[in-house]
């Protein structure tokens, strides 16, 4: 199988090239940026680039965007010529060049307001079902994205799967709230419990959706680490997030005061990958109950691919606020 890896240069693209040359592939990494996974450097928002990376391809693994951080220092026609025009560039030239299945990276950024309730309602239930209500310029180019990708496929029957991630970048917090407030990684690991999944795990996901997308034809996944909650959790989720999570994993709080974290007060959304279990087989390895036994035997919260591909920031230098413009974003997902 001959793949193009768009964003190879990035955490999830460097990943998947990595993973797929060690299963034999043949993969082409297409990265504005160079980098040892990258083979071809360009944009995918320059047909021609693509028109050439497409010779001889028989699957397109779209991870190549614009993200949240760069909201700040990017203009909205920058995001709709990567994230829009560009999805439109592999889409179009798939087609013309035969591939037989595309994978587009999403983000479960796309729901945007709608993962915000008001003062005294429920934590959120999200599903595939819930309506994106875009919050900003970065969750507009995705939702734009997919429906190209459902458009296409309707038009030319190209499998599309649509693969929504929660957060797995190892940088530090948008928010700067999140960041003043907790250990790095005592806020990652409570992400585990409704908005997180580790990288090894969001890797498995796009190999399986590759095997099933020609079967399923065409669709939409969050992929997020298995949260322990249940509907019944949701008004006290936002009250009292450490009680719920005391209920199902008793001894956290030991785990947590020999290591002076804290859980988050309330909770206010639990992302369910349900639907990806069921369709497409998967199991990830990293939730909140995994990564707490590996914690208290003296191991990382982070996978050895993790590990391996570590940091890569958004932004050449820093900024006189922190690691991100705006003073922190303060959003999703």
Request: proline share 5%; aromatic share 8%; with cysteine.
């Amino acid at each position: 199988m001959s793949i193009l890896v768009t964003g190879s240069s990035g955490h999830l693209g460097e990943a998947l090239v990595r993973t797929l040359k060690a299963r034999g592939a043949d993969v082409t990494g297409l990265d504005v940026k160079p980098s040892m996974q990258t083979n071809a450097v360009g944009s995918v928002a320059d047909r021609l680039v693509v028109r050439e990376c497409l010779k001889g391809a028989s699957a397109v693994i779209h991870a190549a965007t614009l993200h949240k951080p760069h909201v700040g220092t990017h203009s909205k026609s920058d995001f709709i010529d990567t994230n829009v025009q560009g999805t439109l560039n592999l889409l179009e030239e798939s087609v013309a060049a035969g591939v037989g299945t595309f994978l587009f990276t999403s983000t479960t950024s796309t729901y945007g307001m709608a993962l915000r309730p008001l003062p005294g309602e429920p934590a959120v239930w999200v599903t595939e079902g819930l309506q994106a209500v875009p919050r900003n310029v970065y969750g507009a180019t995705k939702v734009a994205a997919e429906d190209l990708c459902e458009l296409i496929h309707r038009e030319s029957g190209l499998p599309c799967l649509i693969l929504r991630t929660s957060r797995f970048f190892p940088e530090e917090d948008d928010d700067r709230r999140i960041r003043e407030g907790y250990e790095d990684a005592n806020a990652k690991v409570n992400e585990y419990l409704y908005r997180r999944v580790d990288l090894h795990d969001v890797v498995d996901a796009h190999l399986l959706a590759l095997e099933r997308a020609g079967a399923i034809g065409f669709g939409r996944y969050i992929i997020s680490a298995t949260s322990p909650f249940q509907r019944g959790d949701l008004v006290e989720l936002r009250e009292n997030a450490p009680r719920v999570v005391e209920r199902y994993f008793p001894d956290y709080a030991k785990e947590y005061a020999r290591r002076g974290w804290k859980m988050f007060a309330g909770i206010e959304r639990v992302y369910v990958n349900q639907k990806a279990r069921d369709e497409l087989g998967w199991r990830p390895r990293y939730d909140f109950g995994q990564v707490l036994r590996l914690l208290s035997e003296g191991g990382s919260h982070v996978s050895e691919m993790a590990r391996v591909v570590g940091r890569k920031g958004y932004h050449g230098a820093p900024f006189d606020d922190g690691p991100y413009p705006l003073g922190g974003l303060c959003g999703e997902p």
